[in-house]
């Protein structure tokens, strides 16, 4: 199923927030028409109101494509709106962390194609990454579809089975604030070594956005990478001997956090 049939069929977006709106933004900017896009959003910005899509109006037969975007604590308010459509044709994309196929098979209907997803904040520039899992009545045509339409905010993956949705939230989808707080804390030791908070905030920036593209843009390994930039009994080495500590450093600490936020995805999915 081409992007031609989503502009065919129409495109239905439940809820237009950060994520939503970036989504939007990229199909738009790609070419998808106005005219095929269907949105429900109760507080819609005044750049929504400006793009020429049908807003909070009466829904296509049976669109191409529906994407919840909604976060789940307003997912009991906000499904029913889209329930007419279960049941059928109409693929269901979800965006929502931490809400389970079988929570969008109870609220549409057993037969309903389903697609569970898990984007990244990245998304809003343009540079995230979302992995994608479909329940039995997905096909191929509609896993291609997300895909498409996904990648106008990123990267798509796909995953094999949805238990691996709690490890990808661990790693990527909140992944981006481990980074975040790498930044922080990374600007808070140039400061505590003599520099100006906005100078250590600026490299600390810079260097971490540096080095994951260069990672992202090379065919080296992060292990050659760091090799690379680490001269025997240097300075990179000094600073490597402190994180790479096999009982403080990074190999201790990280895969805790990431088990921490995998149990905790678990324990939302589970309610």
């Known amino acids: 199923m081409s992007l031609e049939t989503v502009a065919a069929k129409g495109l239905v977006l439940l809820?237009?927030?950060?994520?939503g709106g970036a989504m939007l933004a990229?199909?738009?900017?790609?070419?998808?028409?106005?005219?095929?896009?269907?949105?429900?959003d109760?507080?819609?910005?005044?750049?929504?109101?400006?793009?020429?899509?049908?807003?909070?109006?009466g829904l296509p037969d049976e669109p191409a494509i529906a994407i919840v975007a909604v976060k789940p604590q307003m997912m009991g308010e906000a499904l029913p709106g889209l329930r007419a459509l279960g049941n059928g044709?109409?693929?269901?994309?979800?965006?929502?962390?931490?809400?389970?196929i079988s929570a969008f098979e109870t609220a549409f209907g057993s037969d309903s194609p389903i697609i569970r997803g898990m984007p990244n904040t990245p998304a809003a520039v343009?540079?995230?990454?979302?992995?994608?899992?479909?329940?039995?009545?997905?096909g191929e045509a509609g896993m291609a579809m997300a895909e498409a339409l996904l990648a106008a905010v990123g990267q798509v993956v796909r995953i094999r089975t949805e238990d691996q949705m709690d490890a990808v939230t661990g790693v990527s989808g909140s992944g981006p604030a481990y980074v975040f707080h790498l930044i922080e804390t990374?600007?808070?030791?140039?400061?505590?070594?003599?520099?100006?908070?906005?100078?250590?905030?600026?490299?600390?920036?810079?260097?971490?956005a540096g080095a994951g593209a260069l990672a992202e843009g090379t065919e080296e390994t992060p292990t050659q990478l760091r090799i690379n930039v680490t001269s025997p009994n240097g300075t990179t080495q000094a600073a490597l001997d402190?994180?790479?500590?096999?009982?403080?450093g990074f190999p201790a600490l990280l895969p805790r956090a990431?088990?921490?936020?995998?149990?905790?995805?678990?324990?939302?999915?589970?309610?």
């Open 89 to 100: 044709k109409t693929v269901f994309l979800s965006i929502a962390a931490g809400t389970p």
């Open 186 to 208: 990374l600007a808070a030791a140039g400061v505590a070594q003599g520099l100006p908070d906005d100078l250590a905030m600026q490299l600390a920036k810079a260097t971490v």
């Open 15 to 19: 809820g237009c927030g950060k994520m």
């Open 42 to 57: 109760p507080k819609p910005s005044d750049w929504l109101k400006g793009t020429g899509v049908h807003l909070n109006a």
């Open 242 to 248: 402190v994180l790479m500590d096999e009982e403080r």
């Open 126 to 138: 343009g540079r995230g990454i979302t992995a994608i899992v479909g329940n039995t009545h997905v």
């Open 26 to 40: 990229g199909w738009l900017n790609g070419g998808l028409p106005p005219s095929s896009v269907w949105v429900l």
């Open 258 to 271: 990431v088990a921490a936020a995998t149990k905790r995805s678990r324990e939302l999915a589970n309610g």
